[in-house]
């Protein structure tokens, strides 16, 4: 009974829904019905062992249902209900449901850029033409609504507005692909380098695109979990970019010793930037990309003093008001010093040090002596890998070690800038003792 009783009650919604839309009740008192109820929810027909679009049980079908509701509305309100059907239609178990042309092996209609700037040209959409016809979208496609599956047809086979809710779906389509080729453009020049202007044009096209889909779509929630979000997600400075292990020099930083690379790695935009000194990009984006923080920003300073790109360590180490930062000038000074010392930078690391007194530099990086600091912090597990990262000495040791295996390294330079922490009295030779230690037994701590 209670199996009976459940596809029952689907179907008295979706009586109620249909005298709704023959009493012509107002288009919002129908929206509210049609959520509520979820009367036209595929999940909620597959669950009531509905298995497709056209099959009958009860007597009626999904499609008879649909088809019934938009002839019988207006073109917002029949617009609106493909919308809902067509952009939450995502996945294997919807696809089967509506007998998407792909499972009965007959292939989807692809429309070429041309195809889709000759209709953007057709319907008006001028601005949507100066877009598409950019160098960045020379291989944008889109499938044409009315072939992808059933939903169309379904709803509003054999009425004259099936060509307006056709065009108007796939120029939200065409959207939509245009912040995703956009979004992947502005990774590719950030991750390869590129014009300023014309990183700043994408970020323009893609805003442009995910507001005007927004607008398109209305009222109508887009599901975070659906892939039309992700697709819509603005470009942010954390985003990651994949680079080649043999060729991701950024590994090398004990900053990122953590990470476990594969052949593949993902390196934050912020950190390639840095890394392959692409001073004006990281400039631009500190002004007009979204996404910062202080923590960010220490390590760009410190990458970039790692590989010694100068005009960025000077950039964020004295931004003379061209962008705000939100770390703190002294940490930013550290945070070079770290990576001038890892790298074994040492007329780099002799100049950052030039202002600081002595043993003042090795306290306030490790806000004490580094032996007291080291024994403090050993047996805890938590603090192993940040003792291994925040560590001047521990930086340097780290350089020269690596400096051993490397056959093109001036093995000089390990020793002259050890040499700078005795000279200077940064650093004692207990508290070298401590960090050689801390390396002998970094395995023990999972560390690199």
């Known amino acids: 009974a209670a199996k009976r009783a459940k596809p029952q009650a689907l179907k008295k919604d979706v009586m109620k829904l249909l005298h709704q839309v023959g009493e012509q009740k107002s288009v919002s008192q129908i929206k509210d019905f049609i959520i509520s109820s979820r009367c036209l929810v595929i999940d909620n027909w597959r669950s009531c062992d509905w298995d497709s679009f056209d099959e009958e049980l009860l007597g009626i079908s999904f499609r008879d249902a649909l088809h019934s509701c938009c002839k019988n509305s207006d073109i917002e309100l029949a617009k609106w209900i493909c919308f809902r059907l067509y952009f939450s239609c995502a996945g294997y178990s919807a696809g089967m449901f509506w007998g998407r042309k792909v499972w009965a092996q007959k292939v989807e ?19 949507l033409v100066d877009q598409i016809e950019g160098k960045w979208f020379k291989e944008l496609t889109c499938v044409d609504p009315l072939t992808r599956d059933s939903i169309l047809e379904s709803a509003l086979g054999g009425d004259e507005r099936l060509a307006d809710v056709r065009a108007a779906i796939l120029h939200i389509d065409i959207l939509v692909n245009v912040a995703k080729s956009s979004f992947s453009a502005i990774k590719d020049i950030l991750q390869r380098g590129g014009r300023v202007d014309e990183l700043g044009e994408l970020l323009r096209i893609n805003a442009s695109a995910r507001e005007a889909v927004m607008t398109e779509m209305g009222d109508i929630s887009i599901d975070e979990r659906h892939g ?23 590994s090398h930083l004990l900053l990122f010793a953590e990470k476990g690379y594969g052949y593949v ?12 000194g692409y001073t004006e990009l990281l400039s631009f984006c500190l002004s007009n990309v979204p996404g910062w923080n202080a ?54 690391l002799e ?9 003042d530099l090795g306290n306030r990086i490790e806000g004490g002596s580094f032996k007291d600091y080291y024994q403090s912090n050993l047996k805890k597990e938590e603090r192993v890998q940040q003792m291994m990262n925040e560590t001047l000495i521990v930086s340097v040791l780290m350089g020269c070690t690596r400096e051993l295996f490397d056959s093109d390294a001036d093995h000089k330079n390990g020793t002259k ?12 030779h207990d508290d070298m003792m ?9 395995d023990a701590y999972r560390i690199g």
């Open 417 to 428: 800038t050890l040499r700078l922490f005795v000279d200077n009295h940064i650093y004692t």
């Open 434 to 442: 401590c960090a050689m230690e801390l390396l002998f037994y970094r």
């Open 351 to 359: 100049f950052l040090v030039k202002t600081d007194k002595g043993r």
């Open 295 to 348: 923590a960010m920003e220490l390590n760009v300073i410190r990458t970039a003093s790692f590989f010694g790109h100068v005009s960025i360590v000077e950039m964020l180490g004295s931004p003379d008001g061209a962008f705000a930062l939100s770390s703190d000038e002294k940490e930013r000074h550290n945070a070079a010093i770290l990576g001038a010392g890892q790298a074994l930078r040492y007329r780099d």
């Open 228 to 250: 039309l979000s992700y697709s819509l997600r603005p470009f942010k400075m954390t985003e990651r970019l994949s680079q080649q292990r043999k060729h991701n020099p950024v």
């Open 109 to 127: 209609e692809r429309l070429s850029r041309d195809d889709l700037v000759s209709f953007a040209r057709e319907r008006g959409y001028d601005d």
């Open 265 to 276: 790695v993902q390196e934050g935009a912020h950190i390639v930037l840095a890394a392959e």
